[in-house]
């Protein structure tokens, strides 16, 4: 029997002359990937069963004597791609274990599934909502490359501060954010209102519930908003907002980019989270306690408090990630809660209702893969609420100021510590089979190896402090 699910993807097919259909996955690392077939190619069995692909070209999972795996669409998040020149229908996929038909275990989608489940079983809620504010650069011009006799990057943007001296044949036109002065300016200091408003449009082309742009603290940062929704729809989300601020940028002759820190001695790009538990429609975060928070909300920040080193790994899993979590630059290092404090890592923010009281973690960063992140943190709130977990008295000054964060703990220091500590303390993501051993193991091989890459190759700055020593 044809699924009915299915029939509706054949009628939109023919609605709006689709050519193509691209079935697409979520890597290790939270790239996308993709296969596209010409329609004709694509029946009943292949909606209902997906495509094979190889998994051993995929790093961090597969041998090449055991490649063969599956792609299962989940129908429901069909959508045009807006960038395709022939109409191309995306898809976006589950990855199976071809011969059980079961997920994949290092899968990252199935992950976010499985944490979505566990909660549900816990009894404690039935619903998670997470809300990323994303953070991203878009520069003119970026090189780099690394070689045995040379190591360098170059980037460079109208906007940049450091070409306010710039001599041009058509005369610099200056109206340029300072260092660590981009927040909200109107044009035509903020030159990227166009774009951005593109970028916001083309998301809610794609379905996505959008709420706003602007331009951020750093020149040429910037971020967009969209609306919150449950675990799995907002990973989604989020890989759709990658794709579409990179394509849109591309279209303006511009590139795009998540990495955290990509400018020295200016802001770099965070990735803050908004999470609230929700149970038969009613809010389990709005209390009584400080900020009108439930006690429910302070076990799930103490869990988050407890295990942020483990955390740290999958919300924070480059090594650039690390040069960004430093004093000076906003980005909260002090594993601490606040209301409305940017200083602590766990901010309350003030809400108009107690149906949106909701908490915010900040030491997140966009070059996280949003289905290992966002699966983490539920897992670690969740046992900060079976294990009562308090987080402590709240801490209301600015933390960047050395007597006031005298004995409260910090993020991890460098990737290689958040991988020692997530090695060590897994057990509390390992409950209801949400993580196993083996996710766990072979992530941190695979960051391993570009901890060893980055701990193994000569930097341009050595050479400033030691060529001539």
Known sequence: MKNPHSESI??????????????????????????????????????DQGIMFDGSSIAGWKHIEDSDMQMKPDLSTAVLDPFSAHPTL????????????KFYGRDPRGLAKRAEAYLQATGFADTAYFGPEAEFFVFDDVRYDVAMNHNFYYLDSDEGDYNSGREDPQGNLAHRPGVKGGYIPVAPIDQSVDMRAEMLATLKQMGIEVEKHHHEVAPSQHELGFKFSTLTKTADNLQIYKYVIKNVARTYGKTATFMPKPVHQDNGSGMHVH?????????????????????????????????GHALNAF????????????????????????????????RIPHTPTMNSKRLEARFPDPAAN???????????????????????????GNLYEPELSKGIPQVAGSLQQAL??????????????????????????????????????????????????
């Open 10 to 47: 054949f009628h939109y097919i023919k609605e709006h002359n689709v050519s193509f259909i691209d079935f697409r996955f979520t890597d290790p690392r939270g790239a996308w990937h993709h296969m596209t077939l010409h329609v004709d190619a694509v029946d009943h069995d292949v909606l």
């Open 90 to 101: 995306i898809l976006n996929c589950d990855v199976l274990e071809p011969l059980t038909g």
């Open 275 to 307: 999470q609230s538990l929700w149970k038969e429609g009613k809010p389990l975060f709005a209390g009584t306690e400080y900020a009108h928070l439930s006690e429910t909300a302070l076990y799930y920040i103490g869990g988050l408090i407890k295990h």
């Open 315 to 346: 919300t924070n899993p480059t090594t650039n990630s690390y040069k960004r979590l430093i004093p000076g630059f906003e980005a909260p290092v002090m594993l601490a809660y606040s209301a409305r404090n940017r200083t602590a890592s766990i």
């Open 370 to 396: 949003p289905y290992f992140a966002f699966s983490a943190m539920l897992m670690a709130g969740l046992d900060g609420i079976e294990n009562k977990i308090h987080p402590g008295d709240p801490h209301e």
């Open 420 to 469: 020692e500590a997530l090695d060590r303390d897994r057990e509390f993501l390992k409950k209801g089979g949400v993580f196993t051993d083996d996710l766990i193991d072979g992530f941190i091989q695979l960051k391993m190896e570009e901890v060893y890459a980055l701990d193994h190759t000569p930097q341009p700055i050595e050479f400033k402090m030691y060529y001539g020593v």
